[in-house]
């Protein structure tokens, strides 16, 4: 079966001052793929995608989204390409409702005129699962509630890709299990996805594929039984 | 534009104005008119800067800066072509919408503390220019001679009290506008959280653009009948750190998320600090928004309309 590539990252390059955060990271992503992410504290994965994003630039390489470069564009600018992401810390627009959270990307990013936001707002709702939550302030959720706020604010921009930056992070078992199956129907429903998670069970169980970076660079890329077996990666995580 | 009631009762204040200052309706004081423009300036002042400090978290220290550039195009204008005050209002309001835009390119990159700090600086840079301009009074200032009366107000105070007032209700009635639309919603996700808002599809740039220009007009033209209203401007008069305080103070005090806030904290504190000026001394104004101030910081960080907001919660 071959896909298309929606998502190529060549050599992507990334200093802060004289610390090298991304040292010519590649990589590429198929339309409709469950891509993992995965490496220690600090080896760059949240920078990485917040080249993608755009919220940081690049100083080396490039990325190409669907043919398009997509060096010098804005964040807003790619999010209405297609680009969504989740963030590790969730932030809700605090003095909004839920729903009002959704009417912010429906009505900049999908174009929705104002009467159309509450309905495909709630949609949205129905399907992550905070449909009941719709009219609360979005500042005093629950951990879990607030994950699946980002995930339902980066369903709203109507994405082709969607980067989850941790979004399990913290949670219990059950909890873990309601995420990825969140994110397993958004997958379904033809969204690509690069899961970045330090809990094993569920990128191994998401991924098609992973790479795993360390230090800034890519060490290993795989399905993930090789990526288990992989003597790179045992002494990344583990040490010698 | 719908309409609804918030249309009716503007449309009701202005007509109101309009019978009290032409026809003298009511037996008012002359002082009362004086004292009055004061207050409806602060209206537009308080409104003008919570565009940017109230919907999208951008506290601006210079309102004094773009107030004094309003008043001195007027002097430029006057002292060109006698330019009366219907040609003032309109190009001092442009002057300082591009000096709006001018200074949001200028500090697009700074938030929080450090973009508070470079508008304050701003004020100061634009003062020190005006002090060594020539053209309009420099350090001594400048006189306007006004007419005395003017038909069919009569007195031109109760003229430019009338004027002011139709400035405030064109400034509340845009922030209401603003508040509402989808601009608005925009100016409320920069302030939650910029970076999310970015991600979200927001073009934060272009919209904090959007901020500083519209704020920057309404400043202007609060700023453009001052000249008249006192007939003699000065750079420290004009260019008085008490704006800034006072347009920051008032939306505080008032409610900072709404249009309601600052129309409310502008009349209320800038009512009290008339009296003030009158009954006890003209330097007990900043006291009083000093002492306010920190009691609303504290007791009701959401103003009076959170307050307001609280009760009618609580009762339900």
Known sequence: ?240 | MRLDAFHVVAAAVALLGAAVTIFDLLPINKFAFFAGYVVLQYVVLATAWNIMGGYMGYVNFGTAGFFAVGAYTSVVLYNLMQAPLIVMIPVAGAVCALLGLGMGYLTLRLRGVFFAIATLALAIVLETLVVNWDYVGGATGAYILRAREIAPFGDYVEFLFFVMLLLAIFAVSAARWIERSKIGRGFAAIRDDEVAAECAGVPTLRLKLIATTVSGFLMGVAGAPFVLYVGFVEPSSAFNLVYAVNSIAMPMIGGATTWAGPLIGALLLGSVQQVATVTISSELNLLIVGVLLVFFVIAAPEGIVGLVRKWRGGGR
Request: hydrophobic share 40%.
């Open chain 1, 1 to 240: 079966m071959t896909r298309e590539r929606l998502l190529d990252a060549r050599a992507v390059t990334k200093r802060f001052g004289g610390f090298v955060a991304l040292d010519e990271v590649s990589l590429d992503v198929e339309q409709g793929e469950r891509f993992g992410m995965i490496g220690p504290n600090g080896s760059g994965k949240t920078t990485m995608i917040n080249c993608i994003s755009g919220t940081l630039a690049n100083d080396g390489g490039g990325i190409v989204f669907k043919g398009a470069m997509l060096d010098g564009k804005k964040p807003h600018e790619r999010t209405r390409l297609g680009i969504a992401r989740s963030f590790q810390i969730p932030k809700p627009f605090r003095s909004m409702t839920v729903l009002e959270n959704l009417a912010i990307p429906l009505e900049y990013a999908s174009g929705a005129g104002p009467r159309e936001v509450e309905e495909r707002g709630m949609a949205i709702l129905e399907t992550i699962g905070l449909a009941d939550r719709a009219g609360e302030n979005s500042g005093k959720l629950t951990q879990i509630d607030m994950r699946k706020l980002e995930l339902a604010r980066a369903m709203a921009t109507e994405p082709e890709l969607l980067i989850s930056d941790e979004a399990m992070a913290g949670l219990s078992s059950t909890e873990v299990d309601d995420i990825l199956d969140i994110l397993f129907r958004m997958n379904e429903r033809g969204i690509t996805i690069i899961m970045i998670e330090h809990i094993m069970r569920a990128v191994m169980r998401f991924s098609e594929r992973i790479v795993v970076l360390d230090a800034g660079r890519k060490i290993a890329e795989g399905r993930p039984d090789e990526i288990v077996n992989d003597p790179e990666v045992e002494r990344a995580y583990l040490g010698e």
